[in-house]
Each structure stands twice: as C-alpha cells, then as structure tokens.
Nanobody
Framework: QVQLVESGGGLVQPGGSLRLSCAAS????????MAWYRQAPGKERDLVAA???????SYADSVKGRFTISRDNAKNTVYLQMNNLEREDTAVYYC??????????WGQGTQVTVSS
C-alpha cells in the first residue's frame, strides 16, 4: 500500500503564491509518475501537472508558466509551486501516484482558495 499526505493548501489573494507538498510512504517502489490533480465544485477532477520518475514534466495549459512541479526523491515528496494564483485556481488539489503496474493512489486532498 501507498500513503500520500498533502499539505500547504490555504487561502491566498489573487496574484499570491502557495506551495503544496505531498509526502509518499509505504510501498513506494516502481513509481512511474507523480502528479497533481484538482477538482473545483461541480467540475471533474483534472490533471494539473505531472512528473515522471525520469524527471520529465507536463502541465495543463491553464497553469503553464505559473505552476512548477518538482520532486525530492530522497524525501519521497513531490511539490507544486503555484505562483500568480487566479480565482479560477480555487479547488481541492489531490496528489496522485501511479506505479509501473498502472495502479493509482490518491491523497486526501488539500483545499486551495484564491480570493480577495
């Protein structure tokens, strides 16, 4: 089993920044991809950013240039640095881990609210 614990969410004004963290523990071997998804009220859960075991990254068009995903393999932690936040970024953000066998694991989610 894999456990994912997110932290770093909160309330921020438009234009502000937050950094989300996701610490993985348990059977954390054969990891293929770690990613961040988000789900706003009444909407589907969408991919925000992903990083492969080799360090390749990808981003949703809506966050390119504003968000950065990174990972610290020694700490088994993935980060999402979010800059120049917009009201439309308000959502619950979920950490996701995909193993090489295709099994997905999810964190409990952390709320990000962008409001003045």
């Amino acid at each position: 089993q894999v456990q994912l614990v997110e932290s770093g969410g909160g309330l921020v004004q438009p234009g502000g920044s937050l950094r989300l963290s996701c610490a993985a523990s348990g059977s954390i071997f054969s990891i293929n991809v770690m990613a961040w998804y988000r789900q706003a009220p009444g909407k589907e859960r969408d991919l925000v950013a992903a990083i492969t075991s080799g360090g390749s990254t990808s981003y949703a068009d809506s966050v390119k240039g504003r968000f950065t995903i990174s990972r610290d393999n020694a700490k088994n932690t993935v980060y999402l640095q979010m800059n120049n936040l917009e009201r439309e970024d308000t959502a619950v953000y979920y950490c996701n881990l995909v193993k090489r066998n295709g099994i997905h694991y999810w964190g409990q989610g952390t709320q990000v609210t962008v409001s003045s």
